[in-house]
């Protein structure tokens, strides 16, 4: 006969009643003794739940016509998308119990086998609902056709290249032309500092021997704002270098010529507005650098679901990102371009977060065969646990892969094309809240910004447009229109 184990033999501590965690009774009695899990008895309020909020989400199109063109687009793609959300409810709300439960049920059994005395102030339902959200994003983490809603607060790649080169091309850039001792008195100033801080043209002679080029400009000639972009593109070249002193150099170098545009002297500049093109100029870099660092984050996911498609059917995924972002988190070059909390937030990801790594563990052992699986649930797993296995690990894998697309979308929030549209949310607050002469100038401000990054992306939006959504009771668009002030 087969040894009985018992689970407190291994460290398990059972729940002091089965409503702690998990399990509700049928009937009013006291004395029923039939016990239904909740996994199954919420099942019906968890689809009622996502069936409502599809219905609302659908409803808001009743008051489309009082939104503005921006809060109007949200609107709408919510609706477009609470279509198939509403279709899907019945599953949406099955899976939010029926995994949800058990997902805070192994949470809470893990951390007891681990740190029981944290796990004995766990709250099953903070955590159940917890394991909900979790749920919701795996599952639309893997809904890959799924039609997103249309948005300008998180601009693509695509988007934010066309904005920079925009920015690049605008008349602020092409119109600057200065002498070229504007050049000398940079190249000058910048070598000295250079001195200053240990690097000469031994340790760092790419950088100088650049640096000492650009003042041999001939005397009548005209440096445009495009040669400026061009020089620091070269420095930027440098600053990838495979020499950490020579790539010092050169960041030294391009932090000094981004705070020497904007301050030329005046007797230097032969034609167009410094300050301006050096606004310009650093809007297309902003936009250039995002677009750039969130398509080497896609690569890494795509390059990420490759290998584990091959190599584990898929199943591997989650190992896959985190070692991509490992890579991201501790190498200098894997990191450039990245600032100290992306980078953060890709140790993070590598490190997964507390139940990530029980899924994972969960997973792997369920889809063992059972053996600890069984012992920690507390339930025979026999031919159930590979199928178990298989659930918790397509779930952690949705966990980790939407944990890595959020990475993009925060470096893509950063560039100044998202910036634009934010600043612009907020100016239209500003002025429903006080409605008073300076908050209108600001959203005017802000209208005109955003307007001129969108056209930069393609997207025609005029200034009257964004702001009639700063229409108040008793004033027309008319009257909007009329005290907006038109470009030249």
Known sequence: M??????????????????????????????????????????????????????????????????????????????VLAVPELAMSPVTGAARSLIGHPMADLQHKVGELIAPDIAAKDDPQKMYETAKGDVDLAMAGARAGTPKAPTVTTPSVQELKAASEAAYKSPEVLGLEVKPSAYTTYSTRTQQALNQEGFDDIVAPKTFQLLQRIEKAPEGSVVTGQNINSLRKTLGKLAGSNDPTERAAASFAIDHLDDFIPNIARSDIIGGDAAAAAAKLEEARGNWSAAKQAEKLDKKIVKAEM??????????LENRIRSQMGRVAIDEREARGLNASEIEQARKIAQGTRLQNALRTAGNVLGGGGGLGAVVTGIPSAGLAPAVGFALKLLSNGLTMRQAEGLSTAVRMRAPLASSVEKFGEAIAKYRDQQSPSAYAGAVVAARNLSSNLQGTGIESSIGSLLRSLAVPGQSPAEDDQEVPRRK
């Open 307 to 316: 290998q584990a498609d091959t190599s584990n059917s898929g199943m591997n």
């Open 2 to 79: 087969a040894e009985t184990l018992n689970p407190a033999d291994w460290g398990a501590t059972p729940a002091e009643s089965p409503a702690d965690w998990g399990a509700v009774a049928v009937g009013a009695p006291q004395q029923q003794s039939s016990m239904l899990p909740a996994a199954i008895a919420d099942v019906p309020g968890e689809i009622k739940s996502a069936a409502g909020s599809a219905i609302d989400k659908i409803a808001a199109l009743r008051n489309r016509g009082g939104q503005g063109p921006i809060e109007g687009l949200m609107t709408t793609g919510r609706a």
